[in-house]
């Protein structure tokens, strides 16, 4: 299968301009088929603050109201989307900026409201994404750039976390493409060491994750971020690379980029 | 040829919410190829204001300094751009939602600084627009949605007219496609009487164009906008078409839709 590669980045790169450049120009320069998925940034905080619009928190989980997601809609659908788009053109990367409302991509369910009511977020299943529709876009020679926004289907808008939409994403066009899914953190990969940022673990597949999980190296925070690197991977596919956007030239390179999540090392 | 048709809204159709849901209903409905074309409207003024951002006008044309800018891309290219998609996709028509940056489909130049600097303004030219790679788009299955902003090629996004941007498209579009560009505006056309909504003028080609300029039938402010479109029309554009809206079905069912301007009667 002809290998693509589905790269998450997020608020680290998008607020720091000099470091959104860089990544955005080995982006370009990483060979086949790939696709961009950013997350927000301070802007659409930023900008929710200037209008008078509080933030919504109810047990440490963000709420969408309509305002939000307004604001949302302009920042990431827009402002921040577009700004990548262009400079990616700049590059010579033939790029298209989407929702998951676009051409369809990536159509969700508002959540059900059970004990908390967390607004217009859609939550994405296994009939979300159709990755023929997808190839489509990439066979004619554009590379997607996809932010946090998708679609019911009838004709709402609805935040979905950026995070969950590379994993979908990832799933979906490994029945097409050898996928490998690469998450850009602030840390060079998962650490043996929290203090020592070059103690990289360079390889793990399920039974040395149980072994770090056991002796406690890999710590509460990667835990969920783990588990669904391992789930996606165990639905298709290839490997999750978890490292620092900076550092993303050295996959190009076939150098070690981070750490390389997988089936079997 | 294949048809096209290439439709341009303004702020009377997005600003009231039943417009827009009836045209984009409308629009679905339109057999063949097609893309729409979107302006502005009373949001991207509100939010201006709200931010207090001054609207800055010269000789009474807009100014688009940076801030402009920022509000134009979050509005045009987000709020109103995504909405419009995602009520499309409702209806049934797979739309992707675009700036002139996507796809590289409208690079412009930013607009020299003579006697007036018009900011992030950027001109078309007729280098601007490659009509294979939309059609590229299009016959991937999907329906290009525009709004009013390009780029420069060199990253940064530009502010530039809907009713140029749709001018420009039909008439590159028509190298491929036999192409029809539709103006909605306020009238249901090109008025005998101005007094009479009713008193449309049907068809008008360059001879009955001369005719009505000397009875001066054709007041000042229609003066630019009919000869921009006899200008496409001579570039290779089958017919533009200017009327309401609300009367687009008609165009579907073969009936009298606004003021036909062609070639020939």
């Known amino acids: 299968m002809t290998p693509l590669h589905i790269i998450k980045i997020g608020g680290n790169v998008i607020d720091n301009s000099e470091n959104l450049y860089h990544f955005l120009k080995d982006f370009t320069a990483l060979e086949g088929y790939k696709i961009l998925v950013?997350?927000?940034?301070?802007?659409?905080?930023?900008?929710s603050e200037t209008l008078g619009i509080e933030a919504k928190l109810v047990d440490g989980r963000r709420i969408t109201d309509i305002e939000t997601l307004r604001v949302v809609t302009m920042v990431y659908g827009g402002l921040i989307n577009k700004n990548i788009v262009a400079q990616l053109q700049r590059f010579g990367n033939n790029?298209?900026?989407?929702?998951?409302?676009?051409?369809?991509?990536?159509?969700?369910?508002?959540?059900?409201?059970?004990?908390?009511?967390?607004?217009?977020?859609?939550?994405?299943?296994?009939?979300?994404?159709?990755?023929?529709?997808?190839?489509?876009?990439?066979?004619?020679?554009?590379?997607?750039?996809?932010?946090a926004i998708t679609h019911d289907g009838e004709g709402q808008l609805l935040n979905t976390n950026a995070d969950t939409i590379a994993s979908a994403l990832a799933v979906s066009l490994a029945k097409l493409y050898s996928t490998t899914l690469v998450y850009c953190f602030e840390k060079k990969g998962v650490l043996m060491d929290i203090n020592d940022e070059e103690s990289i673990i360079r390889d793990i597949d399920p039974v040395r994750y149980e072994e770090l999980k056991l002796k406690q190296i890999i710590h509460s925070g990667m835990l969920p971020k783990l588990d669904n690197a391992f789930t996606a991977i165990s639905c298709g596919v290839k490997a999750v690379i978890i490292g620092r956007s900076d550092e993303l030239s050295q996959l190009k390179n076939k150098q070690p980029f981070g750490t390389r999540l997988s089936k079997s090392i």
Chains 1, 2 share one sequence.
């Open 38 to 47: 950013h997350g927000g940034g301070k802007v659409a905080t930023q900008l």
């Open 95 to 147: 790029a298209i900026g989407l929702t998951g409302a676009d051409g369809n991509f990536i159509r969700t369910k508002k959540r059900p409201v059970k004990t908390i009511d967390y607004g217009f977020v859609g939550d994405i299943d296994e009939k979300s994404i159709d990755p023929q529709n997808i190839s489509r876009l990439m066979e004619a020679g554009f590379t997607p750039v996809f932010c």
